[in-house]
Nanobody, 121 residues
Framework: VQLQASGGGLVQAGGSLRVSCAPS????????MAWFRQAPGKDREFVAG????????LYSDSVKGRFTISRGNAKNTVYLQMNSLKPADTAVYYC???????????????WGQGTLVTVSS
């Protein structure tokens, strides 16, 4: 496993949670990093992406204004701060790394194992 996602858990609607993604065995400081999520019975969907230096971020319409993606100081770790969570945000959240900036999952070569976020109503 080259990307380790962590920080998921159970939170009430309206609450906040931060998930993290850290590399294992290699550096991703020059890569585009992104978060995707997959809810039960649904396809994996793009959540947010950030370019290699953190200067550009991209969000899906469903999370824009509520979620913030950022990179750590060494640019090797990526975070997803999730605020105003809704039950519809319940999913397994996956981090991914690739060389091309965008929202399509096919752009990303490396994937973490996922961390479960459950939002109760």
């Amino acid at each position: 496993v080259q990307l380790q996602a962590s920080g998921g858990g159970l939170v009430q609607a309206g609450g906040s949670l931060r998930v993290s993604c850290a590399p294992s065995g290699r550096t991703f400081s020059s890569y585009v990093m992104a978060w995707f999520r997959q809810a039960p019975g649904k396809d994996r969907e793009f959540v947010a992406g950030i370019n290699w230096n953190g200067g550009n971020q991209l969000y899906s319409d469903s999370v824009k204004g509520r979620f913030t993606i950022s990179r750590g100081n060494a640019k090797n770790t990526v975070y997803l701060q999730m605020n105003s969570l809704k039950p519809a945000d319940t999913a397994v959240y996956y981090c991914a790394a690739g060389l091309i900036y965008g929202s399509r999952s096919s752009l990303y070569e490396y994937w973490g194992q996922g961390t479960l976020v459950t939002v109760s109503s």
